[in-house]
C-alpha cells in the first residue's frame, strides 16, 4: 500500500502516523516526510484492510486528507535519475567523499570493464586512469567546472567533475562525466551549422532570384560536386546550407572550411587532423563539406584535398560543395587552382547574380533585416521615403551583407523613429535624377566612370590587378584613380559570405 497523507504541521503527528500502523501490523517499507505531506509505503494489504487504515488515519487530529498513490514522489526521481544516468550517451561514474566507485552507468561498465585485466567493473579511481597526475586533473576539473584531458584505460577523454553536497555544503562525494573528444569536435561542427531549413526563409521578389533558388532545388539531391558562384555578400553560404538541408544528407554533418580566413597550417589541421585528432575528412565521411572561397586554397593544401577526394567514394561519401567569386575555369587559367581539381569540382554550378542585377530584391530584403534588427534592439523604426530610395538606387557592391551592414549603422543614427537618407552612409551613392539633370554628356560620362570604377575598385585593390580586369593598361588605370581621388582607406570590408 503507497498513501500520500497531507497533514497540518503539528509536532509529533508523524509518529501518531507509525504507531497507528504498528497496531494494526502493517509492516512499514519506506516513509518520506516533507512540510504538510507524509508519503509511505507498507507491505501489501488487503483491501478491507486498507480502506480500515485510511479511515483511522483521516480520525488523527491534524490530517487533512489521504489518497492512494502508484509510487512514492522519492522512488520517482531516484528512479527517473538512474533512467536518466543509463541513458546518457558517455561514461558517468560515482564516487564517495572517500574516493572509492558507488555507481556507473552502463557505459561507463562498457568503456572500462572491458580494458581491466579481470574484466570487472573497476571498484577504485586509480583503476580508471593510467597517467601519474590523474588526481591533480580530476582536482582541477572539480574546481575550475571546466572539463580537463586525462588519459584512462580507455583512451584520452574529456572529464568533467560535478560534487555532490549535502546539509551545509558538506560535500558527498561527485560525479565524473567522461567525453570523447572525438565526439564533442564532430558536434561542434553542427553546432556552426546555420539555422536555415531548404529555401523558403530566402527573400527575395526577383525572377532572377527564383531561377536560382529553383536551380537549387535540382542541384541539392545531386551528389556531384556543387560550385556555387557569385559576388561577396550574394548568400553562397546560406544557398550552401540550404542545398545540403534539401539532400538526402540533411541529417549528416555540414563542415565549413573558409579558405580566405584560414591560415593554410590551420586549414589542414582541421582537414586532415593533427597528432591524435581526426579531421574533417575522417569525422565527416556521410555528410557534405562546404569550402567558401575555394580560389584562395594553398596549392600544396589543394594536393591533399584532391588526394583525398580520389578516395571519396561519391556515392557513399562526403559531398564537396564550394563557392567562388567567379568560375573554377577563371581561377584555374589565373594559376590559382591545380587543373585537376578544378575538373572535379566543376561538375554543377549555381551562379547567383549580384543585388544590382535584380533590384526587385533590395526593397524585400531591406524590411526584412529591418525587422530583424527591430525585434533584437527592441526598436520600432521605419525607412523614410528618400531612404528607401537611395538604397534602390545605389549599386550595392557588398550586395545583400553590405545592405544589411548599412541598416544597422543607419539604425544607431535614425531619430525621430525614422531612418533618413542622411542616416545611410553609402560609398558612391548619388541620385541620378538630381545629380545628372543639369550636367553635360562629358560630365555625366565623367560621373558615371567615377562611380564605375569605384565599384571595381572595392574588388580589385590592385591598380594592375584592376586594370587586367577592365582590359586597359596599368597607366590608365592610375590616372583615373588618381583623376576622381578614389581612396583604398575608405572601402569597407563586408563579412558574411
Not at 278 to 300: V, Y
Request: aromatic content about 6%; glycine content about 6%; hydrophobic content about 40%.
Amino acid at each position: 500500500m503507497k498513501l500520500a497523507i497531507t497533514t497540518e504541521n503539528k509536532l509529533g503527528i508523524t509518529d501518531d502516523v507509525l504507531a497507528l500502523l504498528r497496531e494494526h501490523h502493517a509492516d512499514l517499507i519506506k516513509v518520506e516526510v516533507e512540510a504538510g505531506k507524509i508519503y509511505l509505503q507498507t507491505q501489501e494489504l488487503d483491501k478491507p484492510t486498507q480502506g480500515t487504515l485510511a479511515t483511522l488515519l483521516m480520525k488523527i487530529p491534524g490530517i487533512k486528507w489521504v489518497n492512494q498513490i502508484d509510487v512514492l514522489p522519492g522512488v520517482q526521481t531516484q528512479s527517473m535519475l538512474a533512467s536518466l544516468m543509463q541513458a546518457m550517451p558517455d561514461p558517468v561514474v560515482g564516487i564517495d567523499n572517500k574516493g572509492q566507485l558507488s555507481y556507473a552507468n552502463e557505459k561507463a561498465k562498457s568503456w572500462f570493464k572491458a580494458h581491466t585485466a579481470d574484466n570487472q567493473t573497476p571498484s577504485k579511481m586509480s583503476q580508471i586512469f593510467v597517467a601519474k597526475g590523474w588526481q591533480d586533473k580530476v582536482n582541477a576539473a572539480a574546481n575550475s567546472h571546466i572539463p580537463v584531458n586525462i588519459n584512462t584505460i580507455a583512451g584520452n577523454m574529456l572529464l568533467e567533475v560535478q560534487a555532490i553536497k549535502g546539509t551545509q555544503d558538506k560535500v558527498l562525494g561527485a560525479l565524473l562525466l567522461f567525453r570523447n573528444p572525438d565526439k564533442i569536435l564532430a558536434s561542434s561542427y553542427v553546432m556552426k551549422g546555420e539555422e536555415i531549413d531548404g529555401l523558403e526563409r530566402m527573400v527575395y521578389q526577383s525572377e532572377a532570384f527564383a531561377q536560382v533558388l529553383q536551380k537549387a532545388k535540382t542541384l541539392a539531391v545531386v551528389d556531384a560536386p556543387l560550385n556555387i558562384v557569385g559576388e561577396t555578400g550574394t548568400g553562397k553560404t546560406l544557398l550552401a546550407h540550404a542545398c545540403h538541408s534539401l539532400s538526402n544528407r540533411s541529417n549528416e554533418l555540414f563542415t565549413v572550411v573558409d579558405c580566405q580566413s584560414m591560415k593554410s597550417d590551420e586549414m589542414e589541421a582541421k582537414l586532415f587532423g593533427s597528432g591524435n585528432r581526426p579531421g574533417i575528412f575522417e569525422l565527416n565521411r556521410t555528410g557534405t563539406l562546404f569550402f567558401s572561397h575555394i580560389e584562395f586554397m594553398p596549392q600544396h593544401t589543394q594536393e591533399k584535398v584532391l588526394k583525398a577526394l580520389k578516395s571519396n567514394n561519391q556515392a557513399t561519401g562526403v559531398r564537396v560543395v564550394v563557392s567562388s567569386a567567379q568560375k573554377l575555369s577563371v581561377h584555374q587559367q589565373s594559376g590559382k587552382m591545380l587543373p585537376e581539381l578544378m575538373v572535379m569540382l566543376d561538375v554543377l554550378r549555381l551562379d547567383v547574380p549580384p543585388l544590382r542585377e535584380r533590384t526587385e530584391d533590395i526593397e524585400p530584403l531591406m524590411q526584412h533585416f529591418l525587422h530583424q534588427f527591430n525585434q533584437q534592439l527592441g526598436q520600432d523604426l521605419s525607412f523614410s521615403l528618400d531612404a528607401t530610395t537611395k538604397m534602390k538606387r545605389y549599386y550595392w557592391p557588398g550586395n545583400a551583407s553590405q545592405l544589411r551592414h548599412a541598416i544597422y549603422k543607419a539604425m544607431m543614427l535614425a531619430k525621430d523613429g525614422v531612418i533618413d537618407a542622411a542616416d545611410l552612409d553609402l560609398e558612391g551613392a548619388i541620385s541620378l535624377e538630381a545629380d545628372l539633370e543639369d550636367m553635360t554628356l562629358n560630365e555625366a560620362v565623367s560621373e558615371f566612370e567615377k562611380h564605375f570604377l569605384q565599384h571595381w575598385y572595392q574588388k580589385y585593390p590592385s591598380t594592375r590587378k584592376l586594370a587586367r580586369q577592365l582590359g586597359v593598361s596599368h597607366t590608365t588605370i592610375a590616372q583615373k584613380i588618381n583623376k576622381y581621388k578614389l581612396n583604398l582607406s575608405k572601402r569597407e570590408t563586408y563579412e558574411n559570405n
